[in-house]
């Protein structure tokens, strides 16, 4: 099986210009669409940040402490670009979080890479300073190139997650199930780095198709949603 690289890689050589994710947030009326080609920048450029500003390499352990957001996605393919273990265990070897983790992470960033994101539209930087020690994504990420190519590239035998390989991450359907069919687009509220959500993201890509994700979502307004998108399944 491809690793999650080759397969990124070669929906973009067939396809560049297709959605992947499309992000919503009911709460702020934020909405942002990546193409295949958007979103394989961000992650060469979060992939950069976790190799050249983290310093983590192949191997070690990544904690995606996000809620649902487009953001996720990226740090996902990132992680597993360089070969990285997205775990949830309370001790990685680094940690992406968001406004609501700088409580729990911050203390400990002096011992490890801790890694901020903002949520705020289009990636942008936080308002106030940051605890010491921790990194603003929203600012370091800019700097970085806009390809990566991985010195040390993982195979399908690296570990993706805490119990699956990159192999394995192609059988990762349990949150999908069988509705969504080669080239569909998949609306969701399920936090896609996290290990039930997980199916949400790689699905849809391993299929060709799109995510639809939708944060802080109004039941009345997901049935407008999954129209005005043209989803074709639900998780």
Known sequence: ??????????????????PLVTFYDHATGERVELSLTTYANWVAKASSLLVDVADLERGMSLRI????????????GAAWTVGLRVTTSDEPDAVVCGPDGLADWAPGARALPVLACSLRPLGVRFAEPLPAGVL???????????????????????????????????????????????????LSVADPASPPG????????????????????DPDRLDDVFDAERATARA
Not at 180 to 185: A, N, Q, S, V
């Open 198 to 217: 997980m199916a949400t993201f790689t699905e849809p890509l391993r299929r060709g198709g799109s995510l639809v994700l939708v944060r802080n979502p």
């Open 136 to 186: 603003d994504v929203g600012v370091e990420i800019w700097s970085q190139p806009d390809g990566f190519t991985a010195w040390d590239p993982p195979t399908g035998d690296d570990l993706a997650t805490d119990a699956l390989t990159q192999d394995g991450l192609h059988d990762l359907t349990a949150a999908v199930g069988s509705a969504l069919t080669d080239g569909g687009r998949l």
């Open 65 to 76: 402490d996000l809620p649902p957001h487009w953001l996720s996605t990226v740090f996902l």
């Open 1 to 18: 099986m491809p690793t999650f690289a080759e397969t990124l890689g070669a929906h973009l050589r067939r396809d560049p210009g297709r």
